[in-house]
């Protein structure tokens, strides 16, 4: 084998190595067909908080959770997860029962691509039982305020579009809308996020802004949450990528709720580390 053939065949094993990998962080990642895509993660909160006229106030969270993603087909896949929302603030008048607080996810993603514009239709639905997570503190007021005894139930989807710029780089907008169903008083969330994502082989970027607004019956006016979000993740191999990832509340708008009491959101964070696993 001369100088030239060993040459080529060197590039196309690279290529060929190349091709095979995928990137597992984007936002239009989903598994191929019949493969399994496993989703770790711990997260930790904190959101300080003011009513006018009362001190100011901490409520830290701790989140742990897992979700699995099958592929059936290249472009469609259905996903199942599961969260734990530790007892960790003990000093918070809303603590929960214990350190046993479920809630569950179920979804789908379905991928579209036409030439370089990609797109992906992502709905999901969520649920969980108030009284598991507040037991002996659960009453008439909580009853009220969430609107039903029976089990919580959200109804959701995301669109996302973007733009494949080659060598990795794809800006990309989210759009999310959810609200919870069998409820007296309903909430319905909505976001945008504007996101930048690179992928390198080794390692992956993702930068967004995202501004978020909540529509209730107990405030005249929607609630907003400007943030920042990011994350970096290495792969340890092509098919096991760890993550840091994390929010910064930007701007939030003062609540002012129909009994007068004004809410305003000082500042607010989150930090959590990712494990994504391909099988």
């Not at 918070?92 to 179920?106: C, G, K, M, Q």
Request: proline share 2%.
């Amino acid at each position: 084998m001369n100088y030239k053939t060993l040459l080529m065949a060197s590039a196309a094993v690279l290529f060929s190595t190349q091709a095979m990998a995928q990137d597992l962080t984007g936002a239009f990642s989903v598994p191929g067909k019949g493969q399994i895509m496993s989703d770790t993660s711990i997260e930790l909160g904190r959101t300080e908080s003011k009513i006018k006229g009362f001190r100011s106030f901490a409520y830290d969270t701790l989140i742990a959770s897992e979700v699995l993603e099958y592929g059936i087909t290249d472009n469609l896949s259905i996903n199942g997860g599961i969260a734990n929302k530790f007892d960790f603030d003990k000093k918070f008048d809303s603590d929960f029962n214990n350190d046993h607080n479920f809630a569950y996810t179920l979804g789908a993603k379905y991928n579209m691509h036409f030439d370089d514009l990609l797109f992906q239709i992502a709905p999901s639905y969520s649920t969980y039982d108030p009284k598991s997570w507040y037991g002996h503190r659960w009453n008439q007021d909580k009853k009220d305020f969430y609107g039903s005894d029976r089990w919580q139930k959200n109804l959701g989807i995301d669109l996302k579009a973007g733009l494949d710029l080659g060598n990795g780089l794809t800006p990309y907008i989210v759009y999310h809308i959810d609200s919870d169903i069998d409820t007296n008083h309903r909430e319905i969330d909505q976001s945008v996020k504007f996101g930048l994502h690179k992928y390198a082989g080794k390692w992956a970027l993702d930068g967004a802004i995202r501004y978020d607004w909540t529509k209730n019956d107990n405030s005249p006016k929607n609630d907003t949450e400007t943030w920042f979000d990011a994350e970096a993740d290495y792969y340890l191999k092509d098919n096991v990528a760890l993550g840091l990832y994390g929010s910064y509340l930007i701007d939030a708008h003062d609540q002012k709720y129909d009994d007068g009491a004004k809410y305003h959101v000082k500042n607010g964070h989150e930090i959590g580390l990712r494990v994504k696993v391909l099988f």
